[in-house]
């Protein structure tokens, strides 16, 4: 079981910064690859940034490629989102997820997921 929580979210103007952190609970958070998918209003949950276990490889969504950037830190059980640059497009609830297995950009397979943080972005 990993338990996940989310925090670093906030209002910020176009062109600004945010970093969204992500604590996990539970003493395997080092064997599970983790994501960040975010939902706009009215809108699906759509996949961000995945990063695996062991740091070799992230994957982006093309809307933020170049702009945000996932990291972790194992010892600190905690998953990270750079963001720069951001667009009123940008504005959506964060969540972080972990899955066992491969990276996936697939919102259903993974297995636990975080209560989301709200990322509002003004133009």
């Known amino acids: 079981q990993v338990q996940l929580a989310e925090s670093g979210g906030g209002l910020v103007q176009a062109g600004g910064s945010l970093r969204l952190s992500c604590a996990a609970s539970g003493r395997t958070f080092s064997m599970y690859t983790m994501g960040w998918f975010r939902q706009a209003p009215g809108k699906e949950r759509e996949f961000v940034a995945t990063?695996?276990?062991?740091?070799?490889?992230?994957y982006y969504a093309d809307s933020v490629k170049g702009r945000f950037t996932i990291s972790r830190d194992n010892a600190k059980n905690t998953v990270y989102l750079q963001m720069n640059s951001l667009k009123p497009e940008d504005t959506a609830v964060y969540y972080c997820?972990?899955?066992?297995?491969?990276?996936?950009?697939?919102?259903?397979?993974?297995?636990?997921w975080g209560q989301g943080t709200q990322v509002t972005v003004s133009s």
């Open positions: 990063i695996s276990w062991n740091v070799i490889n992230t």
């Open positions: 997820a972990a899955r066992s297995g491969r990276n996936s950009e697939t919102l259903d397979e993974y297995n636990y």
